[in-house]
């Protein structure tokens, strides 16, 4: 059974970082995605971050280009969310998801949140102004 933790979140200042970490277990496929969403209340699910195990291709949204960053961990088999120059609008509980292989012709990134079937309990980041 696929399972998927995030952990890490906790309060910050703005201008902080945090490092949030997914575990991932349960499965053995080597060619699949991660994503990070967050959910802030009374908003939809946004799309944060995604990365490829195969090429270690990695794709931002708007919002958070040049201040975070994913990695994949395999010594620790996580999945790692580098979060700096924090904002309060940043404020959310963040998700991690899994993409199992398709074997269908569809190509990172994958944005939404259907391109994903299994998903983490989420962790709460919350920045301070």
């Known amino acids: 059974e696929v399972q998927l933790q995030a952990s890490g979140g906790g309060l910050v200042q703005a201008g902080g970082s945090l490092r949030l970490s997914c575990a991932a277990s349960?499965?053995?496929?080597?060619?699949?995605?991660i994503a990070w969403f967050r959910q802030a209340p009374g908003k939809e699910r946004e799309g944060v971050a995604c990365?490829?195990?195969?090429?270690?291709?990695?794709f931002y949204g708007d919002s958070v280009k040049g201040r975070f960053a994913t990695s994949i961990d395999n010594a620790k088999n996580t999945v790692d969310l580098e979060m700096n120059s924090l904002k309060p609008e940043d404020t959310a509980v963040y998700y991690c998801?899994?993409?199992?292989?398709?074997?269908?012709?569809?190509?990172?990134?994958?944005?939404?949140?259907?391109?994903?079937?299994?998903w983490g309990q989420g962790t709460q980041v919350t920045v301070s102004s």
């Open positions: 990365i490829s195990s195969a090429t270690r291709a990695t």
């Open positions: 349960g499965f053995t496929f080597d060619d699949y995605a």
């Open positions: 998801a899994l993409r199992s292989p398709k074997g269908d012709n569809s190509v990172f990134p994958y944005e939404g949140r259907r391109d994903y079937d299994y």
